[in-house]
């Protein structure tokens, strides 16, 4: 968790699969390619429920970048039970409670400050600049020490680009999304956790 808050990439669980080796970005909304397969070739599973969009065979679930404990990115020589990927496996763990209470608060925000005057597209006219904020809370703890555990968060976020059209009249477009977690667990013995 505390090296992938380091990283220079997109706030995404498929950016962070193109940190590992053989794994490119690969061009189709930031899914990767893993060893030459194209996008569509990989397994992407979250807390071992596998995600992957059965007609286009990308990643189908998107999560906030915030709620990730572990990723693991599989290159080759993996099992059976992966079926279907040609590519590799991003197997995505999320945060889980324990028994001492821990909880962050985040906030981002971007804008258009450091970048150059966009372009004029068909469209929409000209890109006349953006606002993102992206901010968010998360919590986990104990229920019943040692036996059943909570992890609950939550991330909106909202984005707005300002244009400007080929007559020269502005507006904004307004995207506004939501992440939420919610998660217990259950240790049902020492060797069994549900």
Do not use: C
């Not at 229920?143 to 020269?168: G, H």
């Amino acid at each position: 968790r505390r090296a992938f808050s380091m990283l220079p990439v997109t706030r995404t669980y498929q950016a962070l699969a193109v940190a590992a080796p053989g794994v490119l970005d690969g061009g189709f909304e930031g899914n990767p390619s893993v060893r030459g397969a194209s996008a569509a070739e990989n397994r992407y599973l979250v807390d071992g429920l596998d995600v992957t969009d059965p007609t286009l065979g990308f990643g189908g679930s998107s999560l906030a970048f915030e709620f990730i404990d572990e990723i693991e990115v599989k290159t080759g020589g993996f099992g059976p039970e992966y079926g279907g990927a040609l590519g590799g496996v991003v197997n995505v763990l999320t945060k889980s409670g324990g028994n001492e209470f821990h909880g962050d608060v985040f906030g981002y925000f971007n804008n258009d400050a450091l970048q150059a005057a966009g372009g004029t597209t068909p469209a929409f006219g000209q890109r006349r600049g953006f606002r993102k904020w992206d901010v968010g809370v998360d919590l986990g703890g104990r229920i019943l020490r040692d036996r059943l555990w909570f992890f609950l968060a939550a991330n909106p976020a909202v984005s707005e680009v300002d244009w400007a059209n080929r007559q020269r009249h502005t507006f904004t477009t307004r995207t506004v999304r939501g992440f939420y977690a919610g998660k217990l667990t259950w240790q049902i013995r020492p060797s069994s956790r549900l």
